[in-house]
Every structure is written in structure tokens, then in C-alpha cells.
């Protein structure tokens, strides 16, 4: 979810930007291409609750409004890639090796577009947890991206 919203940051308020870091979303990607469930169509978060039943994260009553509208906008990905390309700022894309269309797709996008690329064993939840294996990354495109 937050790669999804840095990107609308970039299409929406790249003037607000000096660098962008995108961890575990793939600009362009909606979410039921991400997890291969093109079957769906528009993952909605009720279809995503259905189909992921007791392993759906459970989120507090009075924050449901606001998920379920960040959630229902995720497949909303038209211009994402061609906004975060033209802002002329650095870019860091990363995402776990076990999330297979964000890692080829990531990847390919990274090279065409001249971004700076990781991947993490697993999915990048797993790299959320196990920091030791994102943050010397993080940290290295962050130095080299200083904005003193």
C-alpha cells in the first residue's frame, strides 16, 4: 500500500519530491496482476477479504473507511510509471524475490528507466521485518542522494 501511494505522490505532487523509494509496489502494477489473480478483475477489498479469508490482516473499526478507499484505489495504476520516469529525481525500486511479477517487472522497469533496484529473499514484508538485509541499501541511496 505505501508503494502505491509514494507513486501518486509522484504523479500528483512530484514537485514535493527530492528522491523516491518504492518498496514492494512495481509502478504500473495493479494489484490482482501483482498477486497473478488477473481472474478477479478489480481487487476490491471485500474480493481480497474473500479470498484471503482468516489470513486477511484485521484493521480497527473506525480506520475501515479509509482502508477499504485506499485499497479499492490500488488497482488504479494508469500513469504511475510514466509520472515517476519524467520527475527527474532519484528513484529506488525494491521488492522480495518471492513476489514474482513485482521482481521481473521491477527489474525491467528499473533498467529502462535508469532507477536503482534491490531485491530481498522472499517478499518485502519479510524485508519490513528483517531489516539487517533492506537497510544497508536504504542507507546507501540515501547517502548518495543527500539533499544538503
Not at 7 to 26: D, E, Q, W
Not at 54 to 81: A, C, H, R, T, Y
Not at 104 to 129: C, M, N, T, Y
Not at 133 to 145: D, E, I, N
Amino acid at each position: 500500500m505505501g508503494g502505491w501511494l509514494g507513486c501518486c505522490v509522484a504523479k500528483f505532487y512530484s514537485n514535493r519530491l527530492l528522491s523516491l523509494i518504492i518498496g514492494g509496489h512495481c509502478p504500473g502494477v495493479g494489484t490482482a496482476e501483482e498477486i497473478e489473480r488477473l481472474d478477479v478483475g478489480k481487487l476490491t477489498f471485500d474480493k481480497a477479504k474473500e479470498m484471503f479469508g482468516d489470513d486477511f490482516p484485521q484493521f480497527p473499526e473506525d480506520q475501515l473507511p479509509s482502508v477499504k478507499n485506499i485499497f479499492d484505489m490500488m488497482e488504479e495504476v494508469e500513469g504511475l510509471e510514466t509520472a515517476i520516469a519524467n520527475i527527474n529525481i532519484p528513484v529506488l525500486l525494491w521488492v522480495g524475490e518471492e513476489e514474482p511479477v513485482l521482481f521481473r517487472k521491477g527489474k525491467s522497469l528499473a533498467k529502462q528507466h535508469g532507477w536503482d533496484f534491490f531485491s530481498v529473499e522472499g517478499d518485502h514484508i519479510g524485508g519490513f521485518i528483517n531489516t539487517v538485509s533492506v537497510l544497508p541499501q536504504l542507507m546507501q541511496f540515501l547517502s548518495k542522494t543527500s539533499h544538503n
